[in-house]
């Protein structure tokens, strides 16, 4: 059953649980038979999630990535990585307006922004072209002041304690 009414959400923060809230979404609505795209923004690597919705949710959720294998951080910017950002932005906007989809989640892209790839206005943009029934997911830190101002919910996690700092790597269907 389609939605009626849908919203924009913005899960942001210095914590751990953005990817996670939105993978979480979209389990949710994957029970209730919603349709979801998601865009992963500066990922091209390796993640658990990527394969389980590729193997095991294919039918209702399509999730593509637009990112190199390589971590992207200020100064490191190529001209693939900005070609990439602009393609995630391409297919959204199709994927959004297309009525196939019921949930669109533009993941890490406030960090995408932040970064430099894309903008705030280019997000400004997609929640502007958000048809009525299709709800918005978008993720990363450095959400912008006008992307936190234009949503409907905004969820901030903050770090209080991670055992990244005692050198625990990202772990294999925890992290990645």
């Given at each position: 059953?389609?939605?009626?009414?849908?919203?924009?959400?913005?899960?942001?923060?210095?914590?751990k649980g953005k990817t996670t809230a939105a993978l979480g979404l979209t389990l949710r609505a994957v029970g209730?038979?919603?349709r979801v795209y998601i865009?992963?923004?500066?990922?091209?690597?390796?993640?658990?999630?990527?394969?389980c919705i590729k193997e095991r949710f294919s039918d209702l959720v399509h999730i593509e990535q637009?990112?190199?294998?390589r971590f992207v951080t200020t100064g490191t910017i190529t001209d693939e990585d900005l070609v990439l950002a602009k393609k995630a932005l391409e297919k959204i906007k199709e994927a959004m307006l297309s009525g196939k989809y019921d949930i669109v989640i533009m993941e890490e892209a406030n960090v995408a922004a932040y970064?430099?790839?894309?903008?705030?206005?280019d997000i400004l943009d997609v929640i502007d072209a958000k048809p009525e029934n299709v709800e918005l997911v978008i993720t990363g830190r450095y959400a912008s002041e006008e992307v936190i101002e234009r949503a409907d919910l905004v969820t901030e996690m903050k770090e209080v304690k991670h055992y990244y700092t005692k050198g625990v790597q990202a772990r294999v269907g925890i992290e990645k």
């Open positions: 059953m389609p939605l009626d009414k849908g919203y924009v959400q913005v899960y942001t923060g210095n914590g209730a038979g919603l865009a992963q923004f500066l990922k091209g690597q390796d993640y658990s999630e990527v394969k637009f990112g190199t294998p970064l430099g790839l894309i903008s705030a206005q």
